[in-house]
């Protein structure tokens, strides 16, 4: 069985999706996701005229070989860019894989290692008051977890917070909007919102809060110390992580669990935060990491060190990266959640699947393979659009960190 054509495919039911199909000299085809969210193009030309030209003629069941060629070969390593493109190259590649083997692909990770995937959803909103309304939507439909996110009193555009509550975009036009921030103000906030819900909902619905990078270590450790009371599963991407040292000043604080990782692409950048426990959540995912050859070893490192999967699952990353997630999620020893933002009905029209929500669960497809596809002709009617992710700056203009 050889490779006989790949196809880099871009399309925008909403927002902008960029899948590879590859297909065998057998007819056998495979998917996977290269969505990089408000990269996109730079991913589908580094396949088509970098990596497509190297599959065709290629056996498809060497996977491994396939990702070290695209790994070392390119002399260039890691990054965003390659690393996608790398992961949707692996993912159709499994996926072919199970196919052929007549066999869904987590059966080919090693089994089961739990009947279903433990899924949270993002209750979002300006008020308080709202947002209690938002979590008793998600409770109501069976939820054990949830993602908290609030307006802050004084600022407007906050991260995490749309119009839709269950479709949240934040990229938009060609332009990146901009908003002002206020770290003080986002400080002084956020532990009453957490102290009105605990209180609404009680001790055992999972809460969780995403900072989104933008505080400084020691601003992390006073969230992170305000928070305790109220028991979050994780309070995720405290601060940028390129200075991973600066997880010791937050550790030494705080026992709130840190969740970081969804804009990692590799082992190498969070080696250190997990072998230095650091972390209680690594939330790298199948498209930005490289596959699913690549997460487990990701994943497989973590266990080691008593942490967790959180894997990252916005709906900037497709149905194929979803599906591909959950039979990652379900066949490793140490799963601990799964981020859930349900598509809109026209991207799930584009990316037809057969795992299921159900229970506040996600279920992975049964199906040989991965058990997802891209409709072409579907693709096809919603074209790519520009669509840049916003930017922060403080009352002075200082460009801050979204």
């Not at 996110?149 to 975009?169: A, N």
Request: glycine share 8%.
């Amino acid at each position: 069985m050889r490779i006989a054509d790949a196809r880099v495919i871009v399309t925008s039911p909403g927002r902008n999706f960029v899948t590879l199909k590859i297909v065998t000299a057998d007819g056998v085809t495979g998917v996977g996701d290269a969505t990089l969210n408000g990269r996109e193009l730079a991913v589908a030309a580094y396949l088509t005229e970098h990596v497509v030209p190297l599959l065709i003629g290629r056996d498809p069941a060497r996977i491994e070989d396939t990702w070290q060629l695209l790994y070392k070969g390119a002399y260039w390593r890691r990054g965003p860019v390659t690393m996608s493109a790398i992961a949707a190259v692996d993912t159709a590649l499994w996926d072919i894989k199970g196919k052929v083997a007549g066999l869904p692909v987590y059966q080919l990770l090693g089994g089961r290692s739990r009947e279903a995937v433990t899924v949270y959803g993002h209750a979002n909103a300006e008020t308080v008051d709202d947002v209690l309304g938002e979590v008793a939507h998600y409770v109501d439909h069976g939820y054990r977890a949830v993602r908290v996110q609030t307006g802050v009193p004084g600022l407007t555009g906050v991260y995490g917070v749309s119009r839709d509550p269950r479709h949240y975009e934040p990229a938009g036009g060609a332009v990146p909007a901009e908003s002002v921030w206020s770290t003080p103000r986002y400080l002084e906030h956020t532990p009453r919102v957490f102290e009105k819900v605990r209180a609404e909902f009680g001790p055992d619905l999972m809460l969780l809060h995403d900072v989104h990078h933008r505080l400084t270590p020691i601003e992390a450790a006073r969230l992170g110390r305000s928070l305790e009371p109220y028991a979050l599963t994780w309070m995720e991407d405290p601060v940028p992580a390129e200075l991973q040292e600066g997880f010791r000043l937050i550790r030494s604080h705080t026992t709130t669990p840190i969740a970081v990782g969804e804009v990692f692409n590799s082992i190498w950048d969070c080696q250190q935060l997990i072998t230095e426990q650091l972390i209680d959540y690594v939330r790298t995912t199948v498209v930005h990491a490289g596959g699913i050859s690549h997460l487990r070893r990701i994943f497989d490192l973590a266990n080691l060190y008593h942490v967790r999967s959180g894997s990252h699952g916005a709906t900037d990353l497709s149905p194929v990266c979803l599906a591909a997630a959950l039979h990652v999620d379900v066949s490793i020893p140490n799963f601990g959640l799964q981020e859930y933002m349900a598509h809109t009905a026209e991207t799930d029209a584009v990316f037809p699947h057969t795992y299921r929500f159900a229970g506040g669960m996600l279920h992975p497809s049964e199906e040989p393979g991965l058990g997802v596809d891209i409709d072409e002709e579907a693709a096809a009617r919603y074209p790519y659009r520009a669509a840049a992710l916003p930017v922060n700056r403080l009352a002075d203009g200082t460009l801050h960190s979204w």
